[in-house]
């Protein structure tokens, strides 16, 4: 008998785990650089995603970085920084500002009320699935087809404008075509702005837990109690993400801005769109890089500030 349990493990030895027994997992160097099956497949798939962010994502940026030190011979140059300090470009910078922080809280507070409306209501209901679908819907919908929106029902010969003029003596435009000035932005920017608040800050509504009032309302509390000491410190990251996100937004929007301001630079995108065609800005063609850049360090600090707030938000989600 001794003989044969030998013989049987001299066999095994030989010939590895019998068949049916999986063989132990590779452990030391071969485990670490043997890779899975699985993550060969995953990273396979996001190859697509990761060319399209090259091509649209970081070679724009490298240009533009590039251009904003170099003259339009490729030579270096600091001219097209130091134009930052130019005083058309400030006021473009904070007209830029101030229409993005304007339209990003108006923007927030509206949507926010909208998505305290949607809370009391059935997520399955048809006036919550009709809501979100139409937001998702709005949220995109800019460019020049809401320019022309705007145009058709506000502008000069509008029909809101002419039904007001001729039916009530209402002249909206009596102190100035302001629809295709900087403050007629604000009303198109709102119409994409409110929509994509209540995509982004539902979710955070929505992981609000009834246990947690029912904890309030045990201990003694009140449903005023239950919003300001619980509620708000909850909701407050994802609020001011959410506020951030639509900054971003408007401050990097510019086909409606296009559209509805042919004339002028009012804003960032504007300006380097006449930097790109204007023929009067001799020496400093690459403007517009600098002006990129300059957008970019924005856009850097505001998303930094945005991811954040999102860690913070993501504790109670």
Do not use: K
Not at 38 to 58: N, S, T, W
Not at 228 to 241: E, G, I, K, M
């Amino acid at each position: 008998m001794a003989d044969a349990v030998t013989s049987t493990a001299g066999r095994r030895g030989a010939e590895g785990t019998p068949s049916g027994v999986p063989s132990p997992a590779p452990t030391g160097r071969h485990a670490r650089t043997r890779p899975r099956p699985g993550a060969l497949r995953a990273a396979a798939g996001l190859a697509p995603f990761a060319v399209y962010l090259l091509i649209f994502l970081a070679a724009p940026t490298v240009i533009a970085v590039a251009t904003g030190f170099t003259t339009a011979d490729g030579t270096p140059t600091m001219a097209n920084i130091t134009a930052l300090a130019d005083p058309v470009i400030i006021a473009t910078f904070t007209n830029s500002l101030w229409l993005s922080a304007l339209t990003a809280v108006l923007g927030a507070l509206i949507g926010a009320a909208v998505c305290l409306s949607l809370l009391a209501l059935p997520e399955d209901g048809a006036v919550r699935r009709s809501v979100d679908a139409a937001s998702g819907v709005l949220a995109q919908f800019g460019g020049v087809m809401l320019a022309f929106a705007f145009i058709a029902t506000i502008g000069i010969q509008g029909l809101i404008t002419v039904g007001l003029r001729d039916g009530f003596g209402i002249d909206i435009f009596a102190d100035g075509t302001w629809i295709y000035e900087l403050p007629g932005l604000i009303l198109p920017y709102l119409y994409f702005q409110v929509p994509l608040m209540v995509i982004t800050f539902m979710p955070a509504l929505g992981a609000l837990r009834q246990t947690w009032v029912e904890a309030v309302l045990t201990l003694g509390g009140t449903t005023g109690v239950f919003w300001r000491r619980v509620a708000l410190p909850v909701l407050a990251p994802s609020f001011l993400a959410s506020t951030l996100l639509l900054f971003a937004n408007a401050f990097s929007s510019y086909a409606t801005a296009a559209a509805l301001s042919s004339q002028g630079s009012a804003i960032v995108p504007l300006q380097i769109r006449a930097a790109l065609t204007s023929e009067t800005v001799l020496g400093r063609e690459n403007l517009a890089g600098a002006l990129a850049l300059g957008m970019l360090a924005v856009m850097a600090v505001v998303m930094s500030l945005y991811a954040l707030m999102q860690r913070r938000a993501s504790r109670w989600q």
